[in-house]
């Protein structure tokens, strides 16, 4: 990959799947060796329908009271808001891709890349990785799962300081979990054995 040799490159393998919303995502796998290898889930990008949507409801709104006051402040003021509100939403809280970097004999690395092109990355060592599980939770008056990394308690080797979870803001459903965790039991098993 470095030279250029298209030869030299790793084959993506990609797949569609569905969020717990319904909306589509998909997954790519990328196997750098039989110890590395890299998930990413795109999410739905941005709706143009939607942010015009809330952008006209916020202005009518501001419209409408500029009508029964008069002050030319409360237009200046919407605008002033629906701008801020959406360089937040881009900046902080829309995700556009979710990346799981598991290599065996370093660590994990989750790398989120939001809509405003910030990066936000948090790696773990792998002597703290106790393990990678699907867990199941209940939300919203149904049972979902998500992928989470368990952390070694470092004063009991059998217990387990924090729970990681993993694609929170991409919310895949339980077959696009099971894929990734496959693999990734695959290196930590080649991990443990001697």
């Avoid at 808001?81 to 990346?99: A, N, R, S, W």
């Avoid at 209940?138 to 368990?150: E, G, N, P, S």
Wanted: glycine share 6%.
């Amino acid at each position: 990959m470095a030279n250029g040799d298209p030869a030299m490159e790793e084959p993506i393998e990609e797949a569609r799947f569905s969020d717990l919303c319904g909306a589509e995502i998909s997954l790519q796998r990328r196997s750098f060796s039989e110890s590395c290898r890299e998930f990413s889930i795109s999410c739905p990008k941005v709706s143009l329908w939607a942010i015009t949507v809330h952008t006209c409801g916020v202005w009518l709104i501001a419209y409408g009271l500029f009508t029964i006051t008069e002050n030319t402040m409360v237009l200046s003021s919407a605008i002033f808001v629906t701008i801020l509100g959406l360089l937040f939403y881009l900046h902080f809280v829309k995700i556009d891709q979710e990346t799981l970097l598991v290599i065996g004999s370093l660590g994990v690395q989750m790398t989120s890349f939001y809509a405003s092109g910030k990066e936000s990355t948090n790696f773990i060592e792998i002597g703290k990785v106790k393990d990678i599980v699907i867990n199941e939770a209940i939300y919203m008056q149904k049972v979902i799962y998500y992928l989470c990394i368990l952390l070694r308690d470092p004063l009991d080797p059998n217990g387990v300081s924090e729970v990681v979870p993993v694609f929170k803001c991409s919310k895949p459903r339980l077959d696009c979990l099971v894929e990734v965790y496959k693999s990734c039991q695959e290196i930590l098993g080649q991990e443990k054995t001697p």
